[in-house]
């Protein structure tokens, strides 16, 4: 009979001893229990160790039980912590994302900021009578308008970053896109030439000579990159003391080979050799009491993520000269040259800006349009979809009247009827796509003075 119940528990005793080792408790009762079972087994005490033998299970149970409930309260434990420890590490990204947002902000509307209270004080002595009909960079009013509207798109970068890119990118704020780079280099040097003027003798060469410039950039960032090289031109001459008159800003630009030019030189104290390996490091920064190290490094930033180049030449006490190079688009297909329209069908002009309306009366007047056929409108509601069957109808896409949409009027259907969208919002994505897909033209505003009206035959 021992000797049985020795040939038995031997294996059984390697089988329970290998199970504990694989499960991870070799360590535990079960290993024990089963040696013990061994050794009483080997004294012919069959009863009392099965006995012993049961009492081990039942105290291993209990361990096991014990076992489980502890590491399941740490566990839980760990992943209340670990989930505590993930919050507090993003709360803490977010609040540095902010805080670069914020610094980034403030840098950039400094500039916009200065030109507005340059103009604001200019406006106490400005002629009124001149102030409707002045439509050059001398205006303050028209510096006014050109500060709030590239604070406003700087403000709305910010809100479309927090709100993530999903939502940022249908909400027709800033971003990269397919739009005039002519036009937003042209108001960032209005803006610089009313405010440095007062500072230093600032020239722009090549500008009003320039044909309209297709790109793909941010237009914000793009500002702001601009405005930040030629402030730092401007604040060159903090350390050189020289008269106004001396000071010497000068601004080309100019489109070659494929290449959007913009070239920035001043006389001001210039850069030492050792800081150009590092002016593009972001925070830093050298001889500037409020400097934030941003300026350049955003530069940088702006101009790589559309494939732009930026080169930099200095020589201290002469002064530098910084290159941006830009690649340009050809004019989409999208975009309307002239308007056609058949001179025996209605032709419909709708816009809620009394400046625009304006402008179509006087071009209706100038190129002979037949009276009884031509129309302007200063609302969509005044235009009766159903009795617009053929012709040409040029519509504004936003209107305060909380009319439809221009783009959302041609969509609902206008079979017969050419369309021209003619607004501010060209570089809208949404846009441009769906003009596509409509075949529909767009006008952009900038550009309204360059489109004509050209009768056809039919």
């Not at 309307?336 to 002009?349: L, M």
Request: glycine share 6%; hydrophobic share 40%.
């Amino acid at each position: 009979m021992t000797k049985w119940w020795i040939a038995f528990s031997l294996p059984l005793s390697i089988f329970v001893t290998t199970y504990t080792l694989i499960k991870g408790a070799g360590k535990c009762g079960l290993v024990k229990a089963s040696m013990v079972f061994l050794t009483l087994v080997t004294t012919n005490d069959v009863l009392h160790s099965l006995r012993y033998f049961q009492t081990m299970i039942v105290l291993d149970l209990g361990f096991s039980v014990l076992l489980v409930t502890f590491m399941t309260t740490q566990i839980v434990a760990y992943k209340k912590g670990f989930f505590e420890f993930a919050e507090r590490r993003a709360e803490m990204l977010w609040s540095e994302k902010f805080l670069d947002l914020a610094r980034q902000v403030a840098h950039d509307i400094r500039s916009p900021l200065q030109s507005m209270v340059f103009a604001a004080k200019d406006l106490k002595s400005y002629p009124v009578a001149q102030l409707n009909n002045d439509e050059s960079s001398a205006n303050p009013v028209n510096i006014l308008q050109l500060g709030l509207a590239r604070i406003n798109s700087i403000l709305s970068k910010l809100i479309s970053e927090f709100r993530g890119p999903a939502e940022a990118e249908g909400s027709g704020m800033s971003g990269v896109r397919l739009s005039l780079l002519d036009r937003s280099i042209r108001d960032v040097l209005t803006e610089h030439r009313w405010t440095d003027e007062k500072i230093a003798q600032f020239a722009i060469e090549g500008l009003d000579s320039l044909p309209p410039v297709w790109a793909v950039f941010d237009p914000v960032d793009l500002q702001a990159a601009v405005s930040n090289v030629i402030r730092n031109a401007t604040e060159s001459f903090e350390k050189k003391k020289i008269s106004k008159k001396e000071r010497l800003i000068k601004v080309t630009v100019a489109v070659e080979s494929g290449w959007f030019k913009l070239f920035v030189e001043d006389n001001g104290c210039g850069i030492p050799s050792e800081n150009l390996e590092r002016i593009f490091e972001r925070g830093f920064t050298s001889g500037k009491d409020q400097g934030t190290g941003l300026g350049l490094y955003q530069v940088k930033e702006t101009l790589e993520r559309i494939e732009g180049k930026i080169e930099i030449r200095s020589t201290v006490g002469s002064g530098t000269r910084v290159t941006i190079s830009i690649p340009t688009e050809r004019t989409p297909a999208f975009i309307a040259e002239n308007i056609e329209y058949d001179a025996k069908s209605p032709v419909y002009f709708v816009d809620d800006d009394p400046s625009i309306q304006q402008f179509w009366k006087s071009r209706i007047a100038r190129d002979g349009l037949a009276p009884d056929l031509s129309f302007v409108k200063s609302s969509l509601k005044q235009v009766v979809r159903s009795e617009i069957s053929t012709g040409t109808v040029v519509l504004d896409h936003f209107f305060r009247d909380g009319a439809e949409r221009g783009l959302e009027w041609f969509k609902n259907g206008t079979p017969g009827v050419k369309g021209y969208l003619c607004t501010t919002a060209y570089d809208d994505p949404e846009i441009q796509r769906e003009a596509e897909r409509l075949g529909l033209k767009v006008i952009p505003k900038p550009l309204l003075d360059r489109v004509q009206l050209m009768k056809t035959v039919g």
